[in-house]
Every structure is written in C-alpha cells, then in structure tokens.
T-cell receptor, first 111, second 116 residues
Framework: DAKTTQPPSMDCAEGRAANLPCNHSTISGNEYVYWYRQIHSQGPQYIIH???NNETNEMASLIITEDRKSSTLILPHATLRDTAVYYCIVRVYNQGGKLIFGQGTELSVKP | GAVVSQHPSWVICKSGTSVKIECRSL??????MFWYRQFPKQSLMLMATSNEGSKATYEQGVEKDKFLINHASLTLSTLTVTSAHPEDSSFYICSARPGRDSNEQFFGPGTRLTVL
C-alpha cells in the first residue's frame, strides 16, 4: 500500500472549516483514499473514502486532486468534538482488509 | 451502524501473569478481525489478522507465542497476552470486517492494559 504524508498537527477555530491535507504521491490506480479519526483513548472512526471523484457525506468532504497524488479532508464547520487525530490511509479496495495507519494529523479545534 | 465491543475496557495485572482481551461483533458476523496496539502519543500498529476457524497471521516482529489470538466464532476473537511485562502496557484495539468481500471495518473502543 502507498505511503501517506500528513502534517503532524493543525489548529482550527470552532465553526470554521478544517482542511486536512494528505500527500500520497505513490498511490496506485486501484488504491482508494480512506480517512479515519481517533478521538483520545477511543477506537478509530471511519469518516469517508474515495477513488478519484470528490466525495461528501454527513461528516465531511473529500477532495482528491486530478493526478490523485494528494487529497484534502474538509470538515465544513468544525466543533470542539472534532478535536482528534485524523489518519489518511491508501489501500486497495476490497483486498485483505488491512489498514496500515501512519502518524496522522492531530487537529485541535479551539473556541 | 455495526458495533464492536471489547472487554475489559481496562485491566491492571501483575508482571508474569496472562491477560485475555475479548473482541465481539455485536450485530454482524465477522469473518476477519484485526488486532492493533497503540503506545502513548503513537499511531496504531497492526499486530495480527484473525480469520474465523484458522490460525492468525502475525505482522513482522510480533511474537505469536506471546500474543495468542483465537477466533473461534464469527462474533468473537480473543487476544491473550501471556507472561505480561511492563513493556506490554499499551492500548489494544480490535476491528472487525463483516464478510470476506466487505470493504468496511469497524473498530472497538479499545482496552487499556497496565502491567505492574
């Protein structure tokens, strides 16, 4: 699975959009981009995934560049409860099931 | 949504004893479960993949004789830390995949192990 690079930490003001970047320059054509988050001392929570088209659900939006070498997770109106570590993972869809976690981005939403 | 539970949520044990952690899929059958370990301020590290009815597959560097995994049913996998030592103190998290062709994976809340 391709490796991802994320900034170690970010701050965001409550109510503003949080934009979390992820670089995956070695992504293969059949690899999807997944985002999970982990609130302190809890298990990871699935957020969203995509292949090449932008995706949106009730939690977030995922913007993938045309060359697929990077993506951005957008939390449109961040709240204090969105403070967590966000992990960007790339892996082949429907194969093996392994999720290999990188270091992630620690997002702090501040009042 | 699918729910995965872990028991206990935290445990303290003496050095040299063994500790068993349970991972259950509450409302779905999980042919595959995964075990992760997480040290403070670090990311999750995959320890092993557990398939129902077969032996677990361990990641490189994980001692299979120390971390015994049993996946005897479609809703239960157990991780036993044998002869635990203080360096085994960690946050252990399981996840479950419903069906071999499923792309989804649901995580448990984690178990905090402290070895004195």
């Amino acid at each position: 699975d391709a490796k991802t690079t994320q900034p170690p930490s970010m701050d965001c003001a409550e109510g503003r959009a949080a934009n979390l970047p992820c670089n995956h320059s070695t992504i293969s054509g059949n690899e999807y981009v997944y985002w999970y988050r982990q609130i302190h001392s809890q298990g990871p929570q699935y957020i969203i995934h995509g292949l090449k088209n932008n995706e949106t659900n009730e939690m977030a939006s995922l913007i993938i560049t045309e060359d697929r070498k990077s993506s951005t997770l957008i939390l449109p109106h961040a709240t204090l409860r969105d403070t967590a570590v966000y992990y960007c993972i790339v892996r082949v869809y429907n194969q093996g099931g392994k999720l290999i976690f990188g270091q992630g981005t620690e997002l702090s939403v501040k009042p | 949504g699918a729910v995965v539970s872990q028991h206990p949520s935290w445990v303290i044990c003496k050095s040299g004893t063994s500790v068993k952690i349970e991972c259950r899929s509450l409302d779905f059958q999980a042919t595959t479960m995964f075990w992760y370990r997480q040290f403070p301020k670090q990311s999750l590290m995959l320890m092993a993949t557990s398939n129902e009815g077969s032996k677990a597959t361990y990641e490189q560097g994980v001692e299979k004789d120390k971390f015994l995994i049993n996946h005897a049913s479609l809703t239960l996998s157990t991780l036993t830390v044998t002869s635990a030592h203080p360096e085994d103190s960690s946050f252990y998290i399981c996840s479950a995949r419903p069906g071999r062709d499923s792309n989804e994976q649901f995580f448990g809340p984690g178990t905090r192990l402290t070895v004195l």
